[in-house]
């Protein structure tokens, strides 16, 4: 059975930068592709990016020049590497894993942008 696993998420005050991680286990990694996910207070679910299995990756605009998704295969993690973060980019993270029918979808770590 796949699971993936996000982590860390924390507080950061504005202009910050933090480093999320997606680790996952139980799939054969290199062909899934990897989404980043985030859902703020009172919202609905907002995409943030994608990393395909090709390292192909497309991003919202909302993270366009600030945040960076990244694969490493050999350590069956994905990254997202969030910069000059702001208190709208306040949220919960997740990631998933998906390829053809098949999907996981970690928990969430949680990302407190504030001073």
């Known amino acids: 059975q796949g699971q993936v696993v996000e982590s860390g998420g924390g507080l950061v005050q504005p202009g910050g930068s933090l480093r999320l991680s997606c680790v996952a286990s139980?799939?054969?990694?290199?062909?899934?592709?990897i989404e980043w996910y985030r859902r703020a207070p009172g919202k609905q679910r907002e995409w943030v990016g994608t990393?395909?299995?090709?390292?192909?990756?497309n991003y919202a605009e909302s993270g366009k020049g600030r945040f960076t998704i990244s694969r490493d295969n050999s350590k069956n993690t994905a990254y997202l590497q969030m910069n000059n973060l702001q208190p709208e980019d306040t949220a919960t993270y997740f990631c998933?894993?998906?390829?053809?029918?098949?999907?996981?979808w970690g928990q969430g770590t949680q990302v407190t942008v504030a001073s």
């Open positions: 990393i395909a299995s090709t390292d192909f990756t």
């Open positions: 139980g799939i054969s990694f290199g062909t899934y592709a």
């Open positions: 998933s894993a998906h390829v053809a029918m098949d999907i996981y």
